[in-house]
């Protein structure tokens, strides 16, 4: 059987001059696209494409010819690279090739860590900390299992208003973090050759954001809050914190995936 593997980088110094704003590739972007044929389907598009030689359509035709399995017709292998070429490609995002550079990637983290130590430092007015000591419990969007509308009316009333303004100062940081920390995730993906996983960061981010909304509107109306709106916002922080764990898992499977790959190509290259 046969295992093409198609790789190439867009782009060279003889080639003229394109807007990247439209190009399908950047110069520089490497394409890699691995199959596994089976002997049957080697077999089935020979037959198609009327192609008789033995070659392709047994494995005593193909050791006769000096192969050690059948191996797929040029027909076959010209015809997914007309599929690749069709199809969209990474870098084409405009987001993606700005996750891509250089310097992008160590600025996420420096904005990440940057928020997490607003968030846990003690002596930060936007830690968590704080919320924490005056009510007992935790954020509320910091509840994995949700909240009740008794307990946010309980917690309002013992904050303060050192409290609130406390409180008000942690929310702020958290209208950025979660598209922060969605984008150093994409940007970390997109370098483990992994572009479609980006989808569930910016998922997560998505959530997260609209369960930031709906916190400010229980902050806004705390004087009068709605049952529904607590619900809601309870759901929001459920779903969040599942799609996170989604994202972690996805991350983990990414990492894994690179590093046999690159074994995989290390074994390959005496």
């Known amino acids: 059987m046969a295992f093409p593997e198609f790789a190439g980088s867009a782009g060279s110094d003889a080639s003229p001059a394109v807007d990247e704003r439209f190009a399908l590739v950047a ?15 080697i077999a089935r598009f020979a037959a198609q ?12 035709g ?20 007309s599929g690749l070429a069709a199809s969209p490609f990474p870098l084409r995002d405009p987001m993606n090739r700005f996750l891509l550079r250089p310097r992008v990637l160590a600025m996420l983290v420096v904005a990440v860590l940057v928020a ?22 935790m954020v509320f969007d910091e509840r994995p299992a949700g909240y009740v509308l008794s307990g946010v009316i309980r917690a309002f009333g013992q904050l303060g208003p050192d409290g609130i303004a406390q409180y008000e100062a942690f929310r702020a940081v958290d209208i950025f973090f979660p598209w922060l920390l969605g984008a150093l995730v994409a940007a970390v993906m997109l370098r483990l050759e992994a572009p ?3 989808a569930w960061a910016w998922l997560a981010a998505a959530v997260d954001t609209a369960e930031n ?5 229980i902050l806004f109306t705390r004087g009068d809050l ?29 990492g894994v995936r690179f590093i ?11």
């Open 196 to 198: 479609r996983a980006t």
């Open 226 to 254: 709605s049952p529904h709106l607590v619900q809601w916002a309870s759901r929001l922080t459920q779903v969040k914190f599942a799609l996170f764990g989604v994202l972690l898992v996805v991350l983990i499977a990414v």
């Open 27 to 41: 110069v520089g972007e490497l394409i890699v696209h691995r199959l596994r044929y089976a002997r049957e389907d």
């Open 260 to 270: 046999q790959r690159k074994r995989r190509a290390l074994a390959g290259n005496p």
């Open 49 to 60: 494409t009327l192609d008789r030689n033995p070659v392709h359509h047994s494995l005593d």
């Open 62 to 81: 193909a050791r006769r010819a000096g192969h050690g399995d059948a191996i797929a017709s040029g027909q076959q292998t010209s015809a997914l690279m």
């Open 116 to 137: 997490i130590a607003l968030f846990k430092l003690p002596f930060s007015p936007a830690a968590d900390s704080h919320f924490v000591e005056r009510t007992g419990e």
């Open 213 to 217: 909304a709906a916190q400010y509107a």
